[in-house]
């Protein structure tokens, strides 16, 4: 099976920062992983798909990239409503394995 | 209309049984395919389940295998999981989830909360 293994576990940061988020797969997963974004007591929210392809909807300051075996997600200006949980997430049409998280603090 | 809203979440007891529900709205329900992926309190995200979009494929995280089974009635727009054999460990939120481009997620339920207790 593939583990994902995602970098910090935990951020601090401030508004206006540039934030980057690595996921590292056991192998390669070329360009099958996407991005979510969760706040607390509410459903995660798709950000990126395809490892860089942005969903419709999600801020431009959003971006991802990486294939392989090393992706990131980066949020070029971070915003107040950017603080949460990020998760990476190998897809394929039979499974859908997480990494752990990364939560965004305010610093 | 809320696209997915998941039903059947409680307490119980651990071995016991228990079935949860997803209805779709809003969206040609037969085209896509569902997952269903939990949340213990306090934790990360964890893949349960898809089922493709005729019913023809079905796959499990090995933590479910063998006491889980997702199905769907596409003539009523929904999908459901059946929970058997019930752990402690599946404690969790419960969420229902569309799937598009090969796998990954881009609609959710609000989640129903299971507690085996």
């Known amino acids: 099976d593939i583990q994902m293994t995602q970098s910090p576990s935990t951020l601090s940061a401030s508004v206006g920062d540039r934030v980057t988020i690595t996921c590292r797969p056991s192998?390669?997963?070329?360009?099958?992983l996407a991005w979510y974004q969760q706040k607390p007591g509410k459903a995660p929210r798709l950000l990126i798909y395809?490892?860089?392809s942005l969903e419709s909807g999600v801020p431009s300051r959003f971006s991802g990239s990486g294939s392989g075996t090393e992706f990131t997600l980066t949020i070029s200006s971070l915003q107040p409503d950017d603080f949460a949980t990020y998760y990476c997430?190998?897809?394929?049409?039979?499974?859908?394995?997480f990494g752990q998280g990364t939560k965004v603090e305010i610093k | 209309q809320v696209p997915l809203v998941e039903s059947g979440g409680g307490v119980v007891q651990p071995g016991r049984s228990l079935r949860l529900s997803c209805a779709a709205a809003?969206?040609?329900?037969?085209?896509?395919?569902m997952h269903w992926v939990r949340q213990a309190p306090g934790k990360g995200l964890e893949w349960v389940a898809v089922?493709?979009?005729?019913?023809?494929?079905?796959y499990y995280a090995d933590s479910v295998k063998g006491r889980f089974t997702i199905s769907r009635d596409n003539s009523k727009n929904t999908v459901d999981l059946q929970m058997n054999s019930l752990r402690v460990e599946d404690t969790a939120v419960y969420y229902c989830?569309?799937?598009?481009?090969?796998?990954?997620?881009?609609?959710w339920g609000q989640g129903t909360t299971v507690t085996v207790s």
């Open positions: 989830a569309r799937e598009i481009n090969g796998g990954c997620m881009d609609v």
């Open positions: 809003g969206f040609t329900f037969n085209r896509y395919g």
């Open positions: 089922i493709w979009y005729d019913g023809s494929g079905k």
């Open positions: 192998q390669n997963i070329y360009t099958w």
């Open positions: 395809k490892a860089s």
């Open positions: 997430q190998h897809y394929n049409s039979y499974s859908g394995t």
